[in-house]
């Protein structure tokens, strides 16, 4: 649809990948920064999007035994201190109420008034709060598992911002879980990052990895932190959702305990799991091109949008007609256990407009609809993923439509696969693993950034040396099968392979 | 099932009405007081009922043509400032955010740090943050109407809370609109207006009176404020929902301008819209009884629950299996466009415990299995509106299943009506109105508390008079057909009809 070589972002991937990720954001009407610092306003298109995230995985979370309720969104400032791994790594990024009213000041403005006997920090997460709600429902085993999951804004005062996937607030899940044992509880953990992967594979076409973390990754206060690693389009590591089993630190902070069967009092053990609305940034990265936003069909708020093309007055009447007649149509297919999501854009916009608009937004089909059209009973497709079009008769694409969507969504976790596993790379030579992070090989220019697999024994000398390639290690994948080797990185026998990588 | 006078809840409705609205929360297992100051703790099953309202809520709003977005949770001190009625009407009660970190103190605990150089409100309620977003996003009337709603949480410091019906943090839905004419702003409110009217009577089955605010109860800001006030069992009124005409007050405060198809530049109009968790408060005082919640069975978690009654181990695998069938077969049943939401509990509980567990929790249908009922392929019901019970083959039962679930519903709806209507009078004497609101009327002793209608003129005179008598205008109903009379308060002749009731 654009002029050969022009394309609806600028700058491209290539150009500049930071840039265009911004101007996918716009460009899709996503979201955009707003006037109070560190925050987004997420924007219909966008919020859309998370709310098909939300309606999913609330399935997936409902159907593993799990239910909704409400904490406070307030933290008084003693039971964040009452974990000092926690603590320390909220404590420098939260936001603090120190006031309960405003009233009018010297100058004549309102300043801050009432002060609060003990400050309350807008929840960075939930389970200091949460845990000492716990403590007071949990007596006996018989209260467990507690298996609940919460919806909710939080907060984490991060200097460098950027949409989706760094802001001071955002939407987010907390699953958080009690248990009367250490293996249930691991279990529980393994579980949720389960439902995970399967989500980011099955319903974002996005890849993951799963893994643990290495012990200097762990979630604040963590046993063992569990991870899925997404490679977005520059190559680089996402985190996608983590998975953490929190042993009997938090249980022993708030005094989670019950009386057990065997009739002794015991200290219970606990989890936590959440993904954020930063997995939109995810699905962008991973699925956009340079036209826009790309959506996987089962994630898109329209899955099929139809455009009418009128140019004279006197042809508005039967084309709106046949364009209404077919969204009724394809409202009433079902995919899946649901309907089509159909839309028809009657707006007062010229058709090039309209066709861009929805290419940029990332609708997986797009249909014209003309005079001609309607003459013949067809229709003009356009596929988002591929850009192929054409014209077929309206039946077939009625019948086919499903198909198609299901090809898309395959097609695009594919593609999305075929370029992990592209830029996925072993390494046992220590020189080649820098290249990799650093410069193009001489002999491999096309071996460059991307995960790097490595034996590691971890720890602070492994940490040093990854720091001045500005790389992490991701994590420990769970289903590597990997022998025993030797440690890129000091010689010493390792007994996994860890990937490595840069990471947002 | 109680012994003959005896209730699940404690004190009755007629011994002590706000603390049996307190017991009844307990004993549904809503909401607990959080040791937050002020904010509650929504357990699951209360949780669920508001997921429920939510899910209908947010079906009607997108029918109507809105769609969600997301707004920062902080408003800079100097946006409330802006319009002047609405600052003095939230200054005294919000969370005020004035540092960004916590960081070691001179004695060793944390104390806020990193002073923000304005402060942060948590939102009240959005106007004045959402506005400011707005006045760059329209520039045309191309732009508008922006038709926007969003679910969030909302803060109030609120001095004396009760569960649900008043806390400092509550959940709610706020919606913001935006339009070219002040005709079509009014229209907007009023059909926000008649969405909640309909969502209050069609699924919670409670009625309520659709009306205008006085001057005085108008939302700081507003041009007009349009409530629904629903009575409660105790007679009282409760301001169930409310739709705001905001004329251009907040536009102006923010910015709000379009170039017109006249090309000329004008303000814009807008109005905003909520309801909050405060409908599972109304919901609770419109139906529960003396055993505790009664629910519609369109807002039910759990519409229908099964509880196997077996005393021997042996006859566990057969009436399992059988309840299992019964459910499995249920659950394929559809009411409206919905499949029926049914449970089994199999819970290590006693039947008795279980039994009054399901009573509490007000499901509308609870179907007991025995031995007996497996040999005879029946069922033994209970019905929580009526307490009618008795056995029944379960072919009938799964056969008038959803007939049964739309006479409660209706039933609800009709028992609610009668109670309101029955406690409604008209009033052309002020000393039978203030008997009305005091004492038992000496000749009629059934007239005593509710909602009066009578002629008033408003104003501070009215005012004064309804506050010693701790009795509010809560509205002037739209629909009310009155000729022009003579205000019960100053003899003046007054346009129409006010209701007056004391109140939540």
Request: hydrophobic share 30%.
């Given at each position: 649809m654009a002029k050969k070589g022009k394309t609806a972002i600028t700058p491209t991937r290539e150009q500049d990948y930071p840039e265009w990720y911004q101007q996918v954001i716009k460009a899709a009407d996503l979201a955009e920064v707003s006037p109070v610092r560190g925050c987004m306003v997420i924007k219909p298109w966008g919020y859309a999007i998370w709310e098909q995230m939300q309606k999913t995985l609330d399935r997936m979370f409902k159907d593993t035994g799990h239910v909704n309720a409400y904490f406070p969104l307030f933290i008084p400032k003693s039971y964040l201190e009452k974990e000092a791994e926690h603590v320390e790594g909220f404590a420098k990024e939260c936001a603090v109420v120190t006031h309960h009213r405003l009233e009018e000041g010297p100058d004549g403005g309102l300043v801050p008034a009432g002060e609060l006997a003990e400050p309350l920090v807008v929840?960075?997460?939930s389970e200091t709060i949460i845990g000492e709600v716990y403590a007071k429902w949990?007596?006996?085993?018989?209260?467990?598992p507690i298996l609940i999951n919460q919806w909710a804004n939080v907060v984490r005062w991060e200097m460098r911002t950027r949409l989706?996937?760094?802001?001071?607030e955002f939407l987010w899940q907390e699953g958080h879980t009690v248990h009367a044992t250490s293996e249930e509880a691991v279990e529980e953990t393994l579980q949720m990052l389960d439902v995970y992967a399967t989500f980011a594979r099955e319903t974002m076409a996005m890849p993951v990895i799963k893994g643990e973390k290495t012990p200097e990754e762990?979630?604040?206060?963590?046993v063992d932190t569990y991870t899925i690693e997404a490679m977005m389009q520059d190559r680089k590591a996402l985190q996608a959702g983590t998975s953490h089993f929190l042993g009997q630190n938090f249980a022993r902070a708030a005094n989670i305990q019950f009386l057990d069967q065997d009739n002794e009092q015991k200290l219970a053990w606990t989890t936590s799991w959440g993904v954020s609305t930063r997995l939109v940034g995810a699905l962008i990265m991973t699925h956009s091109d340079d036209d826009g936003l790309v959506l996987p069909p089962k994630l898109a708020p329209s899955q099929v949008v139809i455009v009418p093309i009128t140019r004279?007055?006197?042809?508005?009447a039967e084309v709106l007609e046949f364009c209404n007649s077919l969204l009724a149509e394809l409202k009433d297919v079902r995919w899946g256990e649901e309907r089509l999501r159909v839309s028809l854009d009657t707006r007062d916009l010229r058709s090039a407009e309209k066709n861009w608009d929805h290419i940029k937004k990332g609708v997986p089909l797009k249909l014209e609809v003309g005079p001609r059209d309607v003459k013949n009973g067809s229709v003009f497709m356009y596929r988002r993923d591929t850009k192929e079009k054409g014209g077929m008769p309206r039946a077939e694409f009625v019948s086919k439509v499903t198909d198609l969507l299901g090809e898309i969504q395959a097609g695009l976790l594919s593609r999305a696969e075929a370029f992990r596993d592209e830029h996925t790379h072993d390494f046992d030579d220590l020189e080649a693993f820098k290249a990799f992070f650093t410069?193009?090989?001489?002999?491999?220019?096309?071996?460059?950034g991307g995960f790097a697999r490595a034996y590691s024994v971890g720890g602070p000398e492994v940490v040093e040396m990854c720091k001045k390639l500005k790389v992490t290690a991701r994590c420990i994948p769970l289903d590597a099968q990997d022998e025993p080797g030797t440690c890129l990185f000091t010689g010493k026998p390792a007994e996994r392979k860890v990937i490595f990588a840069k990471s947002y």
């Open positions: 929840r960075p997460t949990v007596q006996s085993y018989r209260d467990l989706f996937l760094r802001t001071a762990r979630f604040p206060g963590a004279k007055e006197e042809e508005k410069a193009q090989n001489a002999d491999k220019p096309e071996i460059h």
